[in-house]
């Protein structure tokens, strides 16, 4: 059962999520970074239906439990079509959007096609009837989520490859291409340590929930205190030779 330091990590997240759209509104940025958007609306949304789920039912109810990793599923994929935005707002000058949309849909259809290959192996060892249990489903999905974290990882960095190389100066892009880059990381090395050890088993109830404050945090103050019209130095990013 959570503690009082999970609710109120979880509360703060949830609240940083509607800053992010709230900021975004007063600023006029809301239909530019729409999926971006989108995507923390939904966050706060699926936060808030947690809390009611977990007080009707309780923390180790099979209905929280399957819509604890359902919506974790969900969530991940929503952060895709975050990342997918982001390229576009990239290579838009380029004119490549139609292409990057098409790629995107690929990857994601191919990670699926992947994860659910593993997710399918596991099931078959999993499975003694025809209806998993919360339990053995959460142990499914949360393979799934590891395989679309990693893939997410690798999109984002090479994301920013391409805006160095393209000597993007467009600060709030940066510091929202960032954030997000330092998001996947956090959560890709947590997973893989988990897996890697079970020491981290008293600290991981800690780790994650403070982790998901980050995104939030530093995309609301992207909105909120970095102008969209703001630039910097392509020389204090890198040096990319031509």
């Known amino acids: ?34 999926s971006l958007n989108v995507y923390m609306l939904a966050a706060s949304v699926v936060n808030i239906a947690r809390f009611k789920i977990l007080f009707t039912y309780g923390f180790k109810s099979s209905e929280y439990g399957y819509f604890y990793y359902y919506s974790d599923l969900l969530l991940t994929i929503g ?22 949309r098409l790629g995107a ?13 593993i997710v399918q192996q596991s099931s078959s060892r999993l499975l003694g009837h025809f209806v998993l249990d919360s ?38 892009l940066i510091q929202l291409v960032l954030a997000l880059g330092l998001y996947f990381s956090v959560f890709a090395a947590s997973y893989a340590l988990r897996n890697l050890s079970t020491s981290l088993s008293d600290i991981w109830p800690y780790l ?28 204090r990013l890198a040096v990319v030779p031509r």
Request: proline share 4%; with cysteine.
């Open 79 to 100: 952060l895709y079509c975050a990342l997918m935005g982001l390229y576009s707002y990239v290579f838009e000058e380029m004119g490549a959007e139609q292409y990057v």
């Open 1 to 34: 059962m959570p503690g009082p330091f999970q609710y109120s990590v979880w509360f703060l997240c949830t609240l940083l999520e509607v800053s992010v759209v709230v900021c975004s509104i007063a600023k006029g940025s809301f239909r530019r970074y729409l």
């Open 208 to 235: 994650i929930p403070i982790s998901g404050c980050l995104l939030p945090m530093a995309w609301a103050y992207a909105f909120w205190r970095i102008p969209e019209e703001a630039r910097i130095v392509p020389a």
């Open 135 to 172: 339990r053995a489903m959460g142990h499914l999905v949360l393979e799934a989520s590891q395989n679309l974290y990693f893939v997410g990882l690798v999109l984002t960095y090479v994301l920013w490859g391409a805006m160095l190389k393209l000597r993007e100066t467009r600060t709030r």
């Open 105 to 117: 849909v690929l990857l994601l259809l191919g990670t699926a096609g992947f994860s659910f290959a």
